[in-house]
């Protein structure tokens, strides 16, 4: 699958931003846990993309598997009264970015080490199939409202499942939203194609695994659509929604400036004409900015929100 012509190319997600008031508990969980490295550590770099009214942090670390070019996590460190608007929210309130999915092996085993962290569960780890996958997954909250959407893959199995202990980068990110035909029409302005989409209830127990209870997971319909810019699970971008199960919206919180999964920046070839494109559709958006974003260097980037309040950022490195 390939993008349309056009004179500029946006790749999968390179980074996912995680404010915190405790940087030390994620720094802990995504290196002693998980067995990602710190790849860069250093004062705040300015975020000149962000609304003006946004919250600045004051530190940033930057955290992955070193050498995987996508799916790692930005540590932004707020003051504790910053909001984290998904903070107690269900899957079906939308509003921000719903979770990172992460690939691990043993999915039991890590339920129980991420429940001993303080973690909880939507539900327990459920199998159920997704198409013609059959996979282990769990939905768990950690501090700052931020889920994780733990991942194995039991059929068939992958060729590289990731590393035997630890677990693998960040794959996908999901968001709740009321609108998925009006996402994917932003996300394919942006360079994006769908790669999947269906609109039905949940096969198997996949409902319960989305927190529904057990007597309705089996009958609610719910909206789901998966995007990237060449149709990968590498970056790839979620949606989900409950047409006949509305939730609280939690937007009116949501911004790179709280704490909490706050943003996505997806690598692009030639910035400067997909501003061009994007002013020309009638988009509104920030930048083109130029600063130094640690340890790329110089960048050129623009910005935009979704219409349920997720932050984008599209960044080349000059």
Not at 235 to 243: L, R, Y
Not at 248 to 266: E, K, Y
Request: proline share 9%.
């Amino acid at each position: 699958m390939t993008q349309p012509t056009r004179d500029w190319v946006t790749r999968g997600y390179a980074e996912a931003g995680l404010g915190t008031a405790d940087p030390g508990f994620w720094l802990r969980f995504f290196m002693d846990q998980g067995g990602w490295s710190l790849i860069w550590d250093g004062p705040a770099s300015g975020q000149p993309l962000w609304p003006h009214a946004a919250a600045r942090p004051g530190h940033e670390w930057l955290l992955g598997q070193r050498d995987w070019p996508t799916g790692k996590v930005r540590l932004f460190a707020f003051d504790p009264d910053v909001p984290a608007p998904r903070h107690g929210a269900n899957t079906w309130d939308t509003g921000g970015i719903f979770d990172l999915d992460l690939r691990v092996r043993d999915l039991p085993a890590w339920a129980r080490r991420l429940e001993a962290d303080g973690f909880t569960g939507m539900s327990e780890p459920i199998t159920w199939p997704f198409g013609e996958l059959r996979i282990g997954e769990w939905l768990a909250q950690g501090p700052d409202g931020v889920v994780l959407a733990l991942v194995e893959r039991l059929h068939p199995p992958l060729e590289n499942p990731g590393p035997a202990s630890g677990f693998g980068h960040a794959f996908n990110s999901s968001q709740s939203v009321r609108d998925v035909d009006a996402h994917l029409a932003l996300f394919k302005a942006l360079g994006f194609q769908p790669r999947l989409r269906q609109i039905e209830p949940l096969g198997g127990r996949g409902g319960e695994m989305l927190g529904l209870p057990a007597n309705a997971a089996g009958t609610t319909v719910v909206d789901l659509a998966i995007s990237h810019p060449t149709g990968e699970l590498d970056g790839s971008v979620e949606f989900v929604a409950f047409p006949d199960h509305p939730g609280r919206h939690v937007a009116a919180t949501a911004s790179p400036g709280c704490r909490g999964l706050n943003l996505l920046r997806f690598p692009v070839t030639n910035i400067d004409a997909m501003a061009r494109d994007l002013a020309e559709s009638g988009f509104e958006f920030r930048g083109p900015l130029d600063w130094q974003l640690p340890p790329l260097g110089a960048v050129r980037g623009v910005a935009l929100g979704t219409p349920d309040g997720s932050w984008l950022e599209f960044i080349e490195h000059l």
